[in-house]
């Protein structure tokens, strides 16, 4: 069975960093597509980024703050998040695009 497990989201300013972790057991990982999503109150869940075995790719509202890799040794795939903004604030969930699994998903919240 797969399951994906997020982490490393929290409350932090305006300007700040973190870094997300999604631990994944359960699949060949180093040949899963993965990427992150996110889902503000009120809002549709959004695509954030997307990693492959060759390349990344981000949505335009995070190209240049945020960054997707991922450790095949670790089965962990990573978003450091720079330069937050307040409307960066949601939660933040993992996914393995074959199999179409998510994880539970982890707060971020950007505010002074």
């Known amino acids: 069975q797969v399951r994906l497990v997020e982490s490393g989201g929290g409350l932090v300013q305006p300007g700040g960093s973190l870094r997300l972790s999604c631990a994944v057991s359960g699949s060949i990982f180093t040949l899963s597509a993965m990427g992150w999503y996110r889902q503000a109150p009120g809002k549709q869940r959004e695509w954030v980024a997307t990693?492959?075995?060759?390349?990344?790719d981000y949505a335009d509202s995070v190209k240049g703050r945020f960054t997707i890799s991922r450790d095949n040794a670790k089965n962990t795939v990573y978003l450091q998040m720079t330069s937050l903004k307040p409307e960066d604030t949601a939660v933040y969930y993992c996914?393995?695009?074959?199999?179409?699994?998510w994880g539970q998903g982890t707060q971020v919240t950007v505010s002074s």
């Open positions: 990693i492959t075995s060759d390349s990344t």
């Open positions: 996914k393995r695009f074959l199999g179409n699994n």
